[in-house]
């Protein structure tokens, strides 16, 4: 039975079934039993997370470096790596596919509740300057920008700013 309620938490953690269902299931076992496996689940949840927040995992060279600007989000692409602690960047081109839409009255001008949605394509710019970036003990830096390494692109703008 342990097996049959780690499932139905995996599946409640992925959103593949419904909180209501995931209460219904619980509220028939062994309540001890749900109590021990869902605080085992949370355990591995938060060694993983720990393990992703960390410095090597966060500063492993990957194909994408992003440069990390306060809330908005630039995609920079690896060209070539240096040394373990010093890579090339150059700056990737984006087409916003997808924008947000429910704009309120409010902040500066307005506050947009669904920045979320936002989504790009991305492009490499063969003619863009490449940069040199350097892993530092505060992970990988050129002057004060932050970059963070990434498997994918990724581009974030804040529209509340």
Request: aromatic content about 14%.
């Amino acid at each position: 039975m342990n097996q049959q309620i780690k499932q139905m938490y995996k599946k409640m953690h992925r959103n593949e079934i419904g909180i209501q269902e995931w209460w219904d299931y619980i509220a028939g076992q062994n309540q001890q039993e749900v109590k021990e496996v869902i605080n085992e689940m949370c355990e591995v949840i938060d060694r993983l997370k720990k393990f992703i927040d960390g410095y090597h995992f966060q500063t492993k060279i990957r194909k994408y470096a992003n440069l990390h600007l306060y809330t908005d989000v630039q995609p920079y692409e690896v060209v070539r790596v240096v040394s373990e602690k010093c890579v090339e960047v150059r700056p990737m081109e984006t087409k916003q596919i997808e924008f947000p839409k429910e704009f309120h009255v409010g902040g500066f001008s307005a506050h947009c509740s669904d920045q979320h949605r936002q989504k790009y394509e991305y492009f490499s710019n063969e003619n863009a300057p490449v940069m040199k970036i350097r892993k530092t003990k505060k992970g990988w830096r050129l002057g004060s920008m932050k970059f963070r390494m990434s498997n994918a692109p990724q581009k974030f703008y804040d529209y509340n700013f």
